[in-house]
């Protein structure tokens, strides 16, 4: 079954479900790690722990975007209110940037006033029950973000992956400095974890804000759209498809083109079955179809578009 296959009901009950289990996980990993972070005294552990933190955060923020996004259309908001998880994805990854941030200064911070690790054997045991946790999580959030084209979802299963890689450097670092005794490791793996927190908040950043401003769907959704409207035998053609997502739903719209000898009445019809063939591919799409007379000479945007990418070039 594929993502689009889902009826939006459906889909929200999918979503809230991974977000509350992403609560849960995130909670219980955190008190672990405060737990390790305390007897240790490891930096890279407290890391991970202030990591946890943002997760506990993020699934919060995702949980409240979902519930918020799948409220019905209004006479406020007639595109419904999908667009809440990018928000949501959006403030996810300003708190990451900020962890990122304040983990580094205090890797730099230790390099300056060294501290000894105390207890490295506890710290392996409690990131790797993390890791274990992590993995199973990540696992249903792909299938779930899979399934519902969440964004807010694969928001926040990316703070998990980070999780999974910081953790195992984490596991790194302390076997360095239980076996080798270097422990300037410590603070040195932790920088680089929030390093890469810093560069994934950046991506996060950089997809919500690419669908806040209502970027094209990629050319493969563009492509079965193209395909599934001209099969139909009384459609000559189409042009200006725009599309964009509204949080886990599709907009569609375009001009068609129709026999010009056509009346009114049919080629409302003609639309009508359109839409229809269209939304068996994509449920719950909206879509918005401009009929005009095959073979009429008007301006058209694909050409503005074109025009606009040569005069750039």
Known sequence: MSSNTLTKAAADRLKNTAAIASISVAVSLCLLKVFGALLTDSLAVL???????????????TLIAIRYAAKPASCEH???YGKAEALSALTQAAFIAGSGLFVMYDGFSRFITPRPIADTGLGLVVMIISIIATLILISFQRYVAKKTNSQAI???????????LTNGSIILSL???RFF?????????????ALYLLYNAYLLARDA???????????????????TVTALPFVCGMHDLRTHDLGGAYMFEFHLELDGSLSLCQA?????????????????AQIIIHQDPSGIKEIRLDDKLVNNKRNKS
Request: include cysteine; hydrophobic fraction near 45%.
């Open 175 to 177: 076997f360095v400095v």
């Open 268 to 284: 409302h019809e003609y639309s009508d079955a359109v839409s229809a063939k269209l939304r068996k591919e994509f449920p719950d």
């Open 47 to 61: 890391s991970s722990m202030i990591d946890s933190l943002s997760d506990i955060f993020g699934s919060l923020i």
């Open 209 to 227: 804000i690419a669908l806040l401003l209502d970027r094209e769907l990629p050319d493969e959704i563009r492509c079965r759209v193209e395909k």
């Open 154 to 164: 694969l928001a926040d299963s990316a703070h998990y992956v980070v999780d999974i």
């Open 181 to 193: 005794d270097f422990q300037w490791f410590d603070p040195l793996t932790a920088i680089f974890i």
């Open 78 to 80: 007639r595109y419904g």
